[in-house]
């Protein structure tokens, strides 16, 4: 049997490598759109999500990590760094309490270029990240390698629907949850892992690349709007920045950007089979950590049928 994944995002690239490991033959649709993973901050924190999240995705987002270090060259496992300024203490304490898997450490020990304001900080020392864009090209290269079609024409085999939030013509109770980020650069500064910043109202995070340039994002916002930032989000992320340390003032932004993150209503993904198609969907926040665990659900249950 052929396949035809639909979408070309996290969840389809991590569904076409799961069923070629299976020795299924495939092909991927893509899209005309940009799929929102390319706007992911690339954070395998399956810890720190537990502040918001279900005990699920801490479970399964431990084996992703493992997963990511399996298929790709450039998983960074330094760990995640949470900080809060000194009058927001009590944010710390509580995203403590909602978390397992850290220890308080001073941050400046681990990240010698934070503000010296931050006093106290959370260490998940088990957690990682990449930078989703090269993430998703190295799949795609692999699969291609494994002689996987990309291209735009019509399905020609059994439809694995994995296009994210394109997906509500057909999953009504699938909503978008739009998410706001930046990317910049800068040469006077060094980050070796990513940085939660904890606030009362726009809690945000920081995200190396590499070669000088960083990943700030963080908005969660219910809204179907695919526009541009907003200025409120970006004089928000920029106040972030700029705590983190007042350096950043220099650093030159690169690209804003948006993505809308395709979620159901209890924010955990779906496998479905309806009209004759297969649909994973609804990865909200958690598309690295959650895709590759779907991907291989989906493959077992198709070789139970």
């Known amino acids: 049997m052929k ?5 070309d995002g996290v969840t389809g690239l991590c569904v076409a490598t799961a069923l070629t490991q299976a020795g299924e033959c495939c092909e991927v649709i893509t899209s005309n759109h940009t799929a929102a993973s390319h706007w992911a901050g690339g954070m395998l924190a399956p810890y720190c999500e537990a502040e918001s999240a279900s005990a699920y995705v801490t479970e399964q ?10 298929h790709i060259q450039t998983v960074h496992r330094q760990g995640t760094l949470v900080v809060a300024p000194v009058r927001d203490t009590q944010e710390l304490h509580h995203f403590a309490h909602l978390t397992q898997g850290h220890q308080w450490v001073k941050p400046h020990t681990l990240e010698p270029d934070l503000a010296d304001s931050f006093e106290k900080g959370l260490f998940f020392s088990q957690e990682a990240h990449l ?46 949850v739009r998410g706001e980020m930046l990317i910049l650069h800068s040469n006077d500064l060094e ?10 109202r ?21 809204s179907q ?22 350096a950043f003032a220099e650093a ?11 979620s159901f209503p209890n924010n955990l993904p779906q496998i479905q089979y309806q009209q004759g198609k297969h649909f994973i969907n609804g990865m909200y926040r958690h598309g690295f950590l959650l895709a ?4 291989e659900q989906f493959v077992q249950s198709i070789s139970k049928s």
Not at 134 to 146: G, I, Y
Not at 227 to 246: D, H, K
Not at 292 to 295: E, G
């Open 202 to 222: 726009f809690p945000c995070y920081l995200v190396p690349r590499g070669d000088g340039q960083f990943m700030l994002g963080a908005t969660m916002v219910e």
């Open 292 to 295: 590759p665990i779907l991907a």
């Open 3 to 7: 396949w035809s994944i639909l979408g």
């Open 131 to 176: 930078n989703p864009r090269h993430a998703l090209q190295q799949l795609k290269e692999q699969l291609k390698q494994r002689g996987v079609m990309f291209h735009h024409q019509a399905p020609s085999g059994k439809i694995v629907d994995c296009r994210g939030i394109s997906a509500t013509d057909t999953l009504s109770n699938l909503r978008a």
């Open 225 to 246: 709007d695919t526009g541009q930032i907003t200025v409120r989000a970006l004089l928000e992320l920029l106040t972030s920045l700029y705590v983190l340390n007042p």
């Open 252 to 262: 030159k932004i690169l690209e804003t950007g948006t993505g809308l993150r395709p």
């Open 61 to 70: 987002g431990l084996k992703a990590i493992t997963w990511w270090q399996n």
């Open 191 to 200: 980050f070796s892992r990513p940085i939660r910043f904890l606030h009362p």
